[in-house]
């Protein structure tokens, strides 16, 4: 089977690695060359909404997927009338706009930050004043690894952010004093089974995902549950195939969705060894129609991002404990250029052994 896969940077990658052992041939549409997944699979040059392009990928492909979640929309729709495409595109069009994801997660009952839709500067101040401070002001569209937004906790913060990101459609979400942030992966195939990962506990430096921790310690039956029931709502209600991730705030009992990611997800890439099947797998699996694999944890494990440059690879394996990714990247500041995963046995090895890894990847 041929896997047409709509962007070439490390997700594309690794979603092509996991479909080689499955007998899947995977091509990218990438504008650039030598993009990360170019570097191991077939690789078509073009913008993502050149139809030339886009003709040529469906002709390379019997299913088309995609990487990321700013694909076009109308992209994404012109490929589904002409070669079987998933995740739907409805997905993204819920996935890349903010207000419209909040209100739809609001129509599945699924609780979230308090927001209001900014549409000019008297929307702005009236939603601060409603609202109150500390808050987040985000676009709507296009942010990613807490670009697009700025946090407000003074009013001359507000007066800063409104003039940095003020004269588009934005949100101003209030800001939630979580316990911790969470995230669940979750798999859904072409037959409607749905596969979930253990929730994830994650830390983010300057908006950017800088350590995961799976299975998430001290965890109660009821929290796991609701997480897995809110995603299958999701799932559910967009006729959803392939990965999809719902990042959450852990506020006490309660769960607070802050947003969906309609792919494979950096909180995820643990499970490449630390799961029975890992993401990329299992996103390959569904959306070519395969039956899904297990998705139960193997030993406890944490991931490290590097961000902006990586450590020697010799420091890295010196540490029994670690499985290296490099994505084939350059260095540049505040770009995601590898990881590491650390296995555990039990939970209290893992414990033990978190200060230890916390010094050495501190800078990744």
Known sequence: MRLGIIGGGQLGRMLALAGYPLGIRPTVLEPGTGSSAAQVCDHIAGEFDDLQALYKLAQASDVVTFEFENVPVESARWLAE?????????????????????????????PTPPFAPIESEADFHRAVAEIGLPAVLKTRRFGYDGKGQAVIRTPDEANAAWQKLGGRPLILEGFVKFDRELSLVAVRGR????????????????????RSIAPAPDLGEE???????????VL?????????????????????ANEMAPRVHNSGHWTIEGALTSQFENHVRA???????????????????????????????ANPDAHLH???????????????????????????????????FARG
């Open 287 to 317: 959306v070519c129609g395969l039956p899904l694999g297990r998705a139960d944890a193997v030993g406890f494990s944490a991931m490290y991002n590097f961000i902006g440059e990586a450590l020697p690879t010799p420091a890295v394996l």
């Open 236 to 256: 559910t209600e967009l006729n959803y195939v392939g990965v999809l991730t719902i990042e959450w705030f852990q506020d006490g009992p309660r769960l607070l």
């Open 191 to 210: 037959d409607g089974q749905i596969v979930t990962y253990p929730l994830i506990e994650n830390v983010h430096i300057d908006g950017i995902l800088h």
């Open 326 to 360: 490099l994505y084939g990247k350059s260095a540049r500041p505040g770009r995601k250029i590898g990881h590491v995963t650390l296995r555990a046995s039990s939970a209290a090895e893992l414990r033990e052994k978190l200060p230890e890894w916390d010094a050495q």
């Open 82 to 110: 002409r070669v079987p495409m998933f995740p739907p595109a409805r997905a993204l069009e819920v996935s890349q706009e903010r207000l419209a994801e909040k209100q739809f997660f609001q129509s599945l009952g699924i």
């Open 223 to 233: 929290l796991t549950e609701r997480a897995t029931e809110f995603a299958a709502r």
